[in-house]
């Protein structure tokens, strides 16, 4: 442990460091701002608005302190959950490299420098993004390029929105709220991904393995095919309207599957549902993943923001694909108002539930969620949330479990830096 904070502490020196030498970080091309102009961005825009005029290098970092004050019971006789303490949770951390190799063409790689599954520093992934074919000869596509995006790489898949503003280990910056979604639904790939773009219309398509962890041997013949179709269009200066809908489809050939399972930096809120007689600890609790060795899912998300007020909602369905059957649900609706002269403060709420059974005829399962938040960019680099969160465990398919009558609520405040 201590030799995990020595790290941490060596990487914040590092990173600040870092931070003051590129006080002035190069432009780079069809890039989301790891910052509070990164808020309400998905895919990235098709604006060139960048001059190319050489190689350029962006590095970034993020990081991420959380305050922890929560409290937990079940319904089991002798309430077998762990007593939770009102105390900071180890500080995570990102190293963020963006650069620009050609005109159209950037690369981006992340690391965990610390996480709360993995306090030793690991590559998250990266991708190579193509917005122009130019390299192969000037003008090359060039129309269809004008609405492309071609991504390879191993990294996030775009399988739905809220993707886009979750939690990325210690990249917090864009989402209002400390958790992410119950059903999170982030996994990193290989990948090969077309986007299209143009007067308002989104249209995705992509393949992967279906593989988090890659190993030419191990028998896993599994594919994925994954896509997006939606419209994003800014009305006028105050109003702006999307929607989006997304599919994913494994095959039967894959060992597991990852949709839901593939954050390896663990869950936000700390040792909750953690069992006193726990012969293992899980890092990714709350988080619910249905299990499913391969399965269909899709995703609709409506996003609607007028001046201040913004509504991000979720509606998705994730169906077993082996015979025993089953599928769960989620459901999830957010509304923000945000103020002050650049939107700097922001009071929110978000809903969340996931209800479902684990095969044909099995009892159910449900989960509901509440958070209520407030949050403040101090810059646009630096912000700080307040949020109070309570969830609830229902449903027989919980019977005998830890999950039985489980919940928790209380208070987590959490600040994050990116840049």
């Known amino acids: 442990m201590k030799n995990s904070i020595f790290k941490l502490i060596l990487a914040v020196v590092m990173l600040f460091g870092t931070m003051a030498v590129y006080a002035q970080l190069p432009s780079?091309?069809?890039?989301?701002?790891?910052?509070?102009?990164?808020?309400?961005?998905?895919?990235?825009?098709?604006?060139?608005?960048?001059?190319?005029?050489?190689?350029?290098?962006?590095?970034?970092?993020?990081?991420?302190?959380?305050?922890?004050?929560?409290?937990?019971?079940?319904?089991?006789?002798?309430?077998?959950?762990?007593?939770?303490?009102?105390?900071?949770?180890?500080?995570?951390?990102?190293?963020?490299?963006?650069?620009?190799?050609?005109?159209?063409?950037?690369?981006?790689?992340r690391t965990y420098l610390s996480s709360r599954h993995h306090p030793e520093a690991w590559v998250k992934g990266g991708y190579l993004q193509f917005d122009k074919l130019d390299f192969i000869s000037p003008g090359f596509l060039g129309g269809f390029m004008e609405m492309a995006t071609i991504q390879v790489g191993m990294d996030e898949i775009n399988y739905?929105?809220?993707?886009?503003?979750?939690?990325?280990?210690?990249?917090?910056?864009y989402n209002p709220f400390v958790g992410n979604y119950i059903m999170d639904s982030f996994t990193t790939e290989p990948h090969l991904e077309l986007t299209i773009q143009n007067n308002g219309i989104i249209g995705v398509l992509g393949m992967s393995n279906g593989r988090l962890n890659q190993s030419p041997t191990d028998g896993d013949n599994g594919r994925v095919i994954y896509g997006k179709l939606g419209y994003d269009k800014q009305?006028?200066?105050?109003?702006?309207?999307?929607i989006t809908g997304s599919f994913y489809s494994s095959s039967d050939q894959g060992t597991r599957d990852y949709l839901y399972n593939g954050d390896r930096a663990g869950a936000r809120y700390y040792s909750v549902l953690e069992g006193e007689n726990d012969s293992r600890v899980s890092d990714f609790l709350p988080r619910f993943?249905?299990?499913?060795?391969?399965?269909?899912?899709?995703?609709?998300?409506?996003?609607?923001?007028?001046?201040?007020?913004?509504?991000?909602?979720?509606?998705?369905q994730s169906s077993n694909g082996a015979d025993a059957?089953?599928?769960?649900?989620?459901?999830?609706?957010?509304?923000?108002?945000?103020f002050g002269g650049n939107g700097d403060f922001y009071l929110g709420g978000r809903y969340n539930s996931v209800s479902g059974e684990a095969a044909d005829g099995a009892p159910t399962q449900e989960i509901n969620r509440t958070n209520l938040g407030f949050g403040w960019f101090m810059t646009k680099n630096v912000a700080t949330k307040l949020e109070y969160v309570t969830s609830k465990y229902d449903g027989d398919g919980w019977n005998g479990t830890k999950f039985q009558g489980a919940e928790f609520n209380g208070v987590v405040i959490e600040a994050t830096i990116g840049f």
Request: hydrophobic residues 35%; negative net charge.
């Open 289 to 316: 993943n249905p299990g499913f060795g391969y399965q269909s899912a899709f995703q609709i998300n409506p996003f609607v923001k007028m001046g201040g007020l913004e509504f991000f909602g979720v509606f998705e």
């Open 235 to 242: 009305m006028n200066d105050d109003f702006r309207f999307r």
């Open 160 to 173: 739905g929105d809220t993707h886009f503003r979750r939690s990325d280990n210690a990249r917090a910056i």
């Open 325 to 338: 059957g089953g599928g769960f649900t989620q459901l999830g609706a957010e509304l923000l108002y945000r």
């Open 28 to 109: 780079i091309q069809y890039y989301r701002y790891n910052d509070q102009r990164g808020i309400n961005v998905f895919e990235t825009s098709k604006e060139d608005t960048v001059k190319y005029d050489g190689i350029k290098l962006r590095v970034g970092g993020d990081f991420s302190m959380i305050f922890q004050g929560l409290s937990q019971s079940n319904d089991l006789v002798g309430d077998t959950l762990i007593d939770l303490a009102n105390n900071f949770a180890l500080p995570t951390a990102n190293l963020n490299f963006d650069m620009q190799l050609e005109d159209g063409v950037r690369l981006h790689l």
